[in-house]
Nanobody, 123 residues
């Protein structure tokens, strides 16, 4: 089993930056790809970004809406994945969820979900 805990959400003005963190269970953290989804009130959940598991070459994948603005990275020693969000827009406002699973399906049907952290971007 894998447990995921997100942190770093908050209120920021448009054009600002925010960094989200996802802390996972230590013993199995390196066995999973980690990603981020987001969901705005009344809207369908949306894939944001993903990064491959440790021990091999690192692969990243981004939704077109965040390419060039968001960066996903991992620190295996700290069992943590980060999502650096720059040039934030009001449309980025949502609850952000950390997810885990095989890289081939983490973008569509992840195995594990965190509780989420609120990100609000004001104009």
């Amino acid at each position: 089993q894998v447990q995921l805990v997100e942190s770093g959400g908050g209120l920021v003005q448009a054009g600002g930056s925010l960094r989200l963190s996802c802390a996972a269970s230590g013993r199995t953290f390196g066995m999973y790809a980690i990603g981020w989804f987001r969901q705005a009130p009344g809207k369908e959940r949306e894939f944001v970004a993903a990064i491959s598991r440790s021990g091999h070459l690192t692969y990243t994948y981004y939704a077109d809406s965040v390419k060039g603005r968001f960066t996903i990275s991992r620190d295996n020693a700290k069992n943590t994945v980060y999502l650096q969000m720059n040039s934030l827009k009001p449309e980025d406002t949502a609850v952000y969820y950390c997810v885990a699973g095989e890289f081939v399906k983490v973008r569509s049907n992840p195995d594990y979900w965190g509780q989420g952290t609120q990100v609000t971007v004001s104009s």
